[in-house]
Nanobody, 115 residues
Framework: QVQLVESGGGLVQPGGSLRLSCAAS????????MGWYRQAPGNEREMVAI???????NYADSVTGRFTISRDNAKNTVYLQMSSLKPEDTAVYYC?????????WGQGTQVTVSS
């Protein structure tokens, strides 16, 4: 019923920047929380940043001050602006959205931070 498609991942040098996008489509009346999660090889998926329908944001301690989450509700899109990237930020980044009480995940986009 709802599809999430991430884009913007790629290879970037330490200290560089990337902007991830996640566009939601399908049977959507309204979107509640939207957020970004990541999973590195051998690790469990972890929360990176969340933007609630009320406009509040929450960031993992490891990215606070470097990442910024934003939403364009008219486009059903959430963004993650990443700056001052570190090798430990390397992971597959997934978009998650709560839509009418159900949770949906995107397929992920790879972010690799390496020189």
């Amino acid at each position: 019923q709802v599809q999430l498609v991430e884009s913007g991942g790629g290879l970037v040098q330490p200290g560089g920047s990337l902007r991830l996008s996640c566009a939601a489509s399908g049977r959507i009346f309204s979107i509640d929380d939207m957020g970004w999660y990541r999973q590195a090889p051998g690790n469990e998926r972890e929360m990176v940043a969340i933007f609630s329908s009320r406009g509040s944001t929450n960031y993992a301690d490891s990215v606070t001050g470097r990442f910024t989450i934003s939403r364009d509700n008219a486009k059903n899109t959430v963004y993650l602006q990443m700056s001052s990237l570190k090798p430990e930020d390397t992971a597959v980044y997934y978009c998650k959205a709560r839509v009418q009480g159900y949770y949906y995940w995107g397929q992920g986009t790879q972010v690799t931070v390496s020189s």
